[in-house]
């Protein structure tokens, strides 16, 4: 808690990510924890300890701006290419897009989104696009809107997003009867 103080990593207001799943705005700090109010309006305490232990990301601290990373997996199958043109097509058209190249990239003709071929998986082509936001409730609203764009567009032109298949194999056992029919219990024989 002193270092917490003493150093001030964040103030009252600030952004911060302590974990994967702990984000907000800060809207207390004592000595022995820090209080924030989470996306859904939840308040979270927060130990000191814990932070103290943890990588803090001050979304406030410094520069705003912010680069949000968009991953989609796509089939084997699919047209890789018209997929990258899409994403970059999609984010570029966001009105929360920021430009952040430099006049060099600029010059030499840079796209405002990058997107690229970063692994192969299992059952899936992951494909990302690096899109810059004002701050991060910015790249928040943009990241939620262009998912789904994306996703709305890959359906109009055919570029499908895989999920793991499993093929479930039933054996029958010595022991179960042998049905014909599923009927054959409730027939009666007429006389």
């Not at 071929?117 to 409730?137: E, G, M, P």
């Not at 790249?139 to 890959?154: A, T, V």
């Not at 479930?168 to 006389?191: C, G």
Request: hydrophobic share 40%.
């Amino acid at each position: 808690g002193v270092f917490i103080i003493s150093f001030k990593p964040f103030r009252i207001g600030d952004i911060i990510k302590v974990t994967d799943t702990m984000v907000g705005t800060v809207t207390d700090i004592t000595l022995r924890h820090t209080v924030i109010r989470n996306f859904e309006n939840k308040m979270i305490v927060i130990p000191n300890a814990i932070i103290n232990k943890e990588k803090l990301i001050n979304y406030d601290l410094g520069e705003l701006k912010i680069c949000d990373r968009i991953e989609i997996g796509i089939s084997y199958d699919s047209d890789i290419d018209l997929a990258k043109k899409i994403m970059q097509e999609e984010c570029r058209r966001h009105p929360l897009i920021l430009d952040n190249r430099s006049e060099i990239e600029i010059l030499d003709g840079q796209p405002i989104v990058r997107v690229a071929l970063t692994s192969l998986n299992d059952f899936s082509v992951t494909i990302r696009a690096w899109v810059w936001a004002r701050d991060y409730s910015d790249s928040f609203n943009m990241r939620c809107d262009l998912l789904e764009s994306i996703k709305k567009r890959f359906d109009r032109e055919g570029i499908e997003i895989p999920f793991p298949y499993r093929t479930v194999i039933f054996k029958n056992t010595a022991s179960e009867p042998e049905r014909t029919d599923d009927n054959s219990e409730n027939k009666e024989t007429e006389a």
